[in-house]
């Protein structure tokens, strides 16, 4: 009998196998995260970041890890988790020792090793050539990426039980990805929004882990505000997994 080490190892080989095989998610995993960063550069050269106490270079770069999460992690998931429902993949891998989030979770390891990968050189890259300094709280900043990483991929799990097929996945994604960059402080940081609009917008799923990346990187944010993002990102945690629980399919979908 193996061990569950031993299981979820040999799901995340299998997986990076298919992954490395596959050009169009090899790009959205490698390359997209660096045009999107561009992007939101570009964006933020538009906005007045007075009343944030950052520069556009930092809102960029920070925002620029929680993109990474969402494109790496989530928007890829979706893909991976449907296509492996319709090949019958998951049918058989639950048939044997693997428990559930066992199967989840070792579908998930890649994407979620090459997010991270990616974040760190994200925060080597800021420090070393764009004068950014080091993290002012690298725990945190940990715990942020850390946390987003498993709250989208429950996310993407949770997609995954919304979508048919994996070509409709660029549909199914959508709603979450433009919500978080548009209302999660990715491209337009909140502290420059009315302050009611940024008292709803920091409920959404991805906010709070902006809150926490971004102070665990360039400081700021007193223990209230930090609590309350954590609490957020937790609280939308643990909807996903009951939302999971509940509707995530495990045979194709008829």
Known sequence: MTTATERLGAL??????????NRTTMFV???MPVMMVGAMKASLDQVDLGGSGMNVVEAAM????????ILVVYLNLVAVYVA??????LKRLRTGEASDPEILSGAALPSAVIALAQCAVLVVAGTAFLDMGGPERPGLLVAGVLLGTVLLTLLAAATAALTRSVESAQVTTMPLFMVSAIGSGLFVPLDVLPERIATVLELLP??????LVRAGWLGGGDTGELVGAALTV????????????????WEPRR
Do not use: D, P, Q, Y
């Open 84 to 89: 492996r429902r319709e090949e019958l993949v």
């Open 12 to 21: 995340g080989r299998a997986e990076l196998t298919l992954l490395v095989r």
């Open 234 to 249: 937790l609280a939308w945690t643990v909807i996903s997994v009951f939302a999971v629980r509940r509707w995530f399919r």
């Open 62 to 69: 920070s925002g620029g890890i929680v993109m990474v999460l």
């Open 29 to 31: 995993a490698l390359l």
């Open 206 to 211: 991805v906010s709070g882990v902006m809150t």
